[in-house]
């Protein structure tokens, strides 16, 4: 699904957040937006979801506004994993995926076999299974985590758009969300901050500065010495990996 940012203007106060945002994501691709706190990120992928409506420009999916579609149509195409999601804390994990099902249903239809299937099928993927009948008031963050990223692929989407998905979790459950969402085939938009993540599974990074995108492109081209500098204020390199030859970050503390 073809998502395009065209002069994206929006934010809480009366300076926005993000400002001259005009990016297209092809079809498939898996996109990283990195920066800094504060930088825009969050903002930049709430006018996705309908969140948060831009002031200026247009979010298209797939060449139609986000924001004059029908909300079911959207919600149909579009998963979310929020840093604002609570989840429901009285649901168990189970229902709680269960709720990405309901943008597929009539006002009166109730679950299927099938929609249970994809249901069980998501916690299985994201390691959440083990604690499916367990309230969401009772899992850790990383549990609770994994549990919202079930549901965001119980959805079915066209389009992922994720806010920090590896928040909470350990290393092992980073890596395996990461390599799972790239597995699917689908659009992937996600806010991350690690940026040896970032290099490791993005197909495109998005770097922002101050609500603008500073730099955008494949890893290689992005992740450089002077975008380190320059956005990040810290020194870096990028090595291959000794064991796939994937992309690795190195950062150190900024030098005089």
């Given at each position: ?228 500098r320059d956005v990040f204020e810290v020194d870096g390199s990028v090595v291959p990996d000794p064991v796939d ?12």
């Open positions: 699904m073809k998502l395009v940012f065209d002069g994206i203007a929006a934010g809480y106060t009366e300076v926005p957040a993000v400002h001259d945002v005009t990016l297209t994501i092809a079809p498939g691709e898996f996109v990283a937006v990195v920066g800094p706190n504060g930088g825009g990120k969050s903002t930049l992928l709430k006018t996705v979801y309908r969140a948060l409506r831009p002031r200026v420009g247009a979010v298209l999916l797939g060449g139609e506004d986000v924001w004059t579609a029908r909300h079911r149509d959207v919600a149909r195409r579009v998963g979310v994993l929020g840093q604002d999601q609570a989840g429901g804390y009285d649901f168990t994990a189970r229902e709680a995926v269960r709720l990405g099902r309901y943008p597929h249903l009539g006002a009166f239809d109730r679950l299927t076999a099938a929609d249970e299937t994809v249901v069980s099928e998501a916690l299985e993927r994201t390691g959440a299974m083990g604690f499916a009948d367990r309230p969401l008031s009772t899992l850790s963050g990383g549990e609770r985590q994994r549990v919202l990223l079930a549901r965001a692929l119980a959805q079915q989407p066209e389009l992922l758009v994720l806010d920090e998905p590896t928040n909470h979790l350990d290393p092992a459950h980073q890596i395996s969300a990461l390599s799972l969402v790239s597995s699917l085939g689908v659009t992937v938009v996600a806010a991350l901050h690690t940026l040896d993540l970032a290099a490791r599974y993005a197909t495109t990074i998005v770097a922002l500065k101050a609500g603008t995108i500073a730099a955008a492109g494949p890893p290689a081209e992005v992740l450089t010495e002077a975008v380190f030859g994937r992309p690795r970050v190195l950062l150190r503390e900024l030098s005089s």
